[in-house]
T-cell receptor
Framework: GENVEQHPSTLSVQEGDSAVIKCTYS??????FPWYKQELGKGPQLIID?????GEKKDQRIAVTLNKTAKHFSLHITETQPEDSAVYFC????????????FGTGTRLKVLA | EADIYQTPRYLVIGTGKKITLECSQT?????MYWYQQDPGMELHLIHY???????EKGDLSSESTVSRIRTEHFPLTLESARPSHTSQYLC?????????????FGEGSWLTVV
C-alpha cells in the first residue's frame, strides 16, 4: 500500500541554524503535500503545502521543495527559533478517489537556545 | 485559522462507560475525519466521511463508531470504553475545491480510561 517515510525522527539544532526534514512517498499519483506543526497538547496546524505542479514554495522562514521524479519532498526552516520546537508531520494525498492522506511518522524538532 | 471544534478536550472515565466525542466545523466542509494519535506519534485514520449519511472505516481498526447526520457535525462514540482506548482523538475536515482538499484539524480530545 501507499506509505510516506519521514526522516529524521528527532532533530536538535542550535537557535539560528537551519533545520531540514525529508519525506519520501510511494504513490506516484499523489499531487498535494502539506506539512503540519504540532505543539504539545494541540492539534496539528498546517504551516505550508505544495502541489505537484510546483517545485518549491516559500513562506518567510519556511520553504518546501518537491522532487516528483524521486518522490521526495522536504521542509526547510531557516533561522530557527525556540518556538519552532514541535513535532512536524509531512503528508501526501492519495489519489484513488478517497480524498485521504498518508502521514509521515513525525519529526520532533528541538531548537536549543 | 480553522473553525473546527472538539469537546471534551480532556476526559477521564471508568472502564465500561459509554462516551461520545463531539466534533463540529463551521466551514461547510463535506469531508470529515477522525484520527487516533498517541502523544507525539503517528496519526492513524480510524473513520472518515464524504458527506451526510456517508461514513467509512479508516486504515486503523477501531471499536468506535461515527455518524454524520449533519454536515457540520461528526461525533465519535465508544459504547464500552477500555484502557486500551486511552489516546488522543483528532477530528479534521477538508473541502473539495481547487485548493486541494487542505485538511484542518481540531485541537484534539484526550481520553483516559481507568
Amino acid at each position: 500500500g501507499e506509505n510516506v517515510e519521514q526522516h529524521p525522527s528527532t532533530l536538535s539544532v542550535q537557535e539560528g541554524d537551519s533545520a531540514v526534514i525529508k519525506c519520501t512517498y510511494s504513490d506516484s499519483a499523489s499531487n498535494y503535500f502539506p506539512w503540519y506543526k504540532q505543539e504539545l497538547g494541540k492539534g496539528p496546524q498546517l504551516i505550508i503545502d505544495i502541489r505537484s505542479n510546483v517545485g518549491e514554495k516559500k513562506d518567510q522562514r519556511i520553504a518546501v521543495t518537491l522532487n516528483k521524479t524521486a518522490k521526495h519532498f522536504s521542509l526547510h526552516i531557516t533561522e530557527t527559533q525556540p518556538e519552532d520546537s514541535a513535532v512536524y508531520f509531512c503528508a501526501a494525498s492519495i489519489n484513488s478517489g478517497t480524498y485521504k492522506y498518508i502521514f509521515g511518522t513525525g519529526t520532533r524538532l528541538k531548537v536549543l537556545a | 485559522e480553522a473553525d473546527i471544534y472538539q469537546t471534551p478536550r480532556y476526559l477521564v472515565i471508568g472502564t465500561g462507560k459509554k462516551i461520545t466525542l463531539e466534533c463540529s466545523q463551521t466551514m461547510g466542509h463535506d469531508k470529515m475525519y477522525w484520527y487516533q494519535q498517541d502523544p507525539g506519534m503517528e496519526l492513524h485514520l480510524i473513520h472518515y466521511s464524504y458527506g451526510v449519511n456517508s461514513t467509512e472505516k479508516g486504515d486503523l481498526s477501531s471499536e468506535s463508531t461515527v455518524s454524520r447526520i449533519r454536515t457540520e457535525h461528526f461525533p465519535l462514540t465508544l459504547e464500552s470504553a477500555r484502557p486500551s482506548h486511552t489516546s488522543q482523538y483528532l477530528c479534521a475536515s477538508s473541502d473539495t475545491v481547487d485548493s486541494g482538499n487542505t485538511i484542518y484539524f481540531g485541537e484534539g480530545s484526550w481520553l483516559t480510561v481507568v
